[in-house]
C-alpha cells in the first residue's frame, strides 16, 4: 500500500510538471509554417527572460514572414541557433496579451543577437505595443 502512494504522488507530479512547456519548445509548429534555418552563417540570437512570466517569442524578417518561435520560461535564456542573416522584428506572448517590438534586429554574419525581456523601474508592462492574436500567428 505504501508502494501505491508514491507511484500516486509521483504521477501526480509528473502529470502537474508536464503541463507547462520546456524553455525551446516550439509549442505552435502546426500553426506556423516551416522555420527557417541557415546552417552557415553561424548566427545566433540569445534570448533572456528575467521577467517572472513564460514567454513566446516569434521571430520574423523584415517583410513580416515567419523565421522561427519559441517558449521561454520565466528567468531562462536560450539561444536559437542556425538563423538567416538580416534585421528581424521579434513578437512575443506573454500567455495574456500578444506584442512586438518597435525595434529590429540586426544579425549578421558569425553574429550574437541578444534580447533581454525585463520590467524597469517605473514600467506598468513590457516595451512593445499590443497586437492582435491573428498578427502573432500571420504567416
Known sequence: MKNF???????????CYSQRPLTGEKIFKKQYPVEQINKLTNASLLISNTLNEDIILTLRDGGRHYIT?????AFQEFEIEDLPVG?????????KRYYESPERIPIGLNEQGYIDFFFSGGATKIIGFEITKEEFFKE
Open 87 to 95: 534585421h528581424f522584428v521579434y513578437q512575443y506572448h506573454n500567455l
Open 5 to 15: 502512494f508514491i507511484i500516486l504522488i509521483f504521477l501526480i507530479c509528473s502529470f
Open 69 to 73: 518561435h519559441v517558449y521561454v520560461r
